[in-house]
C-alpha cells in the first residue's frame, strides 16, 4: 500500500496564501503522477486543482492558473502546492492523489491522502 501524507492547511484571509504538501511512502511502489483535488461544502464533487507527472509536466484547473503552483521532490516522494492569492471559493478539503504501481507491473492505482482543510475568510 501506498500511504499519504498531507500537511499545511490552515484558516487565511482573501489575498492569503497556503503551502502544502503531501508525503507518499510505501515499499516498493513506483510513484507516478501526483495531484491534488479538493472538495468544497455543500456536497460539491471532488475536482482536480493541480497535477504533475514523474518528469514535471503540470496541469492546472481554469480556477487556480496562475495563483497556484504545483512542484514535486522525486526523491523524497513528496508533492506541493503553493496557493496563493487565496479566494473564499477555494475553501475546500484538499486531497492528495498519486498513481502507483509495482516495478514489476504496468497498472497504476489511484491512493488518496485523508485531505487537509483550506478555510478562506473574506
Known amino acids: 500500500q501506498v500511504q499519504l501524507v498531507e500537511s499545511g492547511g490552515g484558516s487565511v484571509q482573501t489575498g492569503g496564501s497556503l503551502n502544502l504538501s503531501c508525503a507518499a511512502s510505501?515499499?516498493?511502489?513506483?510513484?507516478?503522477?501526483m495531484g491534488w483535488y479538493r472538495q468544497a461544502p455543500g456536497g460539491k464533487q471532488r475536482e482536480l486543482v493541480a497535477?504533475?507527472?514523474?518528469?514535471?509536466?503540470?496541469n492546472y484547473a481554469d480556477s487556480v492558473k496562475g495563483r497556484f503552483t504545483i512542484s514535486r521532490d522525486n526523491a523524497k516522494n513528496t508533492v506541493y502546492l503553493q496557493l496563493n492569492s487565496l479566494e473564499p471559493e477555494d475553501t475546500a478539503v484538499y486531497y492528495c492523489?498519486?498513481?502507483?504501481?509495482?516495478?514489476?507491473?504496468?497498472?497504476?492505482?489511484?491512493?488518496w491522502g485523508r485531505g487537509t482543510q483550506v478555510t478562506v475568510s473574506s
Open positions: 492523489n498519486c498513481r502507483a504501481r509495482r516495478p514489476w507491473a504496468r497498472t497504476e492505482y489511484d491512493y
Open positions: 510505501g515499499t516498493a511502489f513506483v510513484i507516478g503522477a
Open positions: 497535477d504533475i507527472t514523474s518528469g514535471g509536466t503540470s
